[in-house]
T-cell receptor
Framework: AQSVSQHNHHVILSEAASLELGCNYS??????LFWYVQYPGQHLQLLLK??????LVKGIKGFEAEFIKSKFSFNLRKPSVQWSDTAEYFC????????????FGGGTRLMVKP | ETGVTQSPTHLIKTRGQQVTLRCSSQ?????VSWYQQALGQGPQFIFQ???????GRGNFPPRFSGLQFPNYSSELNVNALELDDSALYLC??????????????FGQGTRLTVV
């Protein structure tokens, strides 16, 4: 079955540290890839998306992600985190045999210490 | 702000009761998808409505049903509530039905607690 996994459930970093959150999916066909962020008490916001083209995608707030097709991965990165990045991060995938239904990973809760 | 509004924001129901949750889609969007987010988990797809018809369904029982209205707003109905239905219910608005390469915009959700 198609699935999305995020390996880090909780991450604690100090401000200015670099961030990398892992995301892997299981499916051999065409995918669209997304990272969403959920700040406490707020709605899910799209950080970035990949549909096609350059596998290195830049999003809002200094985030970027790289699609590595051979590894079925779409890891999220930020060179220097801020306290305001404290939130929960979700990787999501649409599989081309399932319309645009989003399949989410379990989420990674990031805490950035000031 | 995404322009997607959900009501109510919080709700407490008793096991066995029925509940209706509402969603107004973003202007210009004709597709609404519903997701269930249990505590500590990622959202799970319930179903999608496009032009007032169900356009895809996840692994949820028939007691989860929905409607979409001519103005593209939508309702999620859950009958015979169970304790495990306690979750955050998210509505996502998009355009083009199940067309690929579209972006979904989420509302803030309705927090349902079943006691």
């Amino acid at each position: 079955a198609q699935s999305v996994s995020q390996h880090n459930h909780h991450v604690i970093l100090s401000e200015a540290a670099s961030l990398e959150l892992g995301c892997n999916y299981s499916y051999g066909g065409t995918v669209n890839l997304f990272w969403y962020v959920q700040y406490p008490g707020q709605h899910l916001q799209l950080l970035l998306k990949y549909f096609s083209g350059d596998p290195l995608v830049k999003g809002i707030k200094g985030f970027e992600a790289e699609f590595i097709k051979s590894k079925f991965s779409f890891n999220l990165r930020k060179p220097s985190v801020q306290w305001s990045d404290t939130a929960e991060y979700f990787c999501a995938v649409t599989f081309n045999n399932a319309g645009n239904m989003l399949t989410f990973g379990g989420g990674t809760r990031l805490m950035v210490k000031p | 702000e995404t322009g997607v509004t959900q009501s109510p924001t919080h709700l407490i129901k008793t096991r066995g009761q029925q509940v209706t949750l509402r969603c107004s889609s973003q202007s210009g969007h004709n597709t609404v998808s519903w997701y269930q987010q249990a505590l500590g988990q990622g959202p799970q797809f319930i179903f999608q409505y496009y032009r007032e018809e169900e356009n895809g369904r996840g692994n949820f029982p028939p007691r989860f049903s929905g409607l979409q209205f001519p103005n593209y707003s939508s309702e999620l109905n859950v009958n015979a509530l169970e304790l495990d239905d306690s979750a955050l219910y998210l509505c996502a608005s998009s355009s083009g039905g199940s067309t690929l390469n579209t972006e979904a915009f989420f509302g803030q959700g309705t927090r349902l607690t079943v006691v």
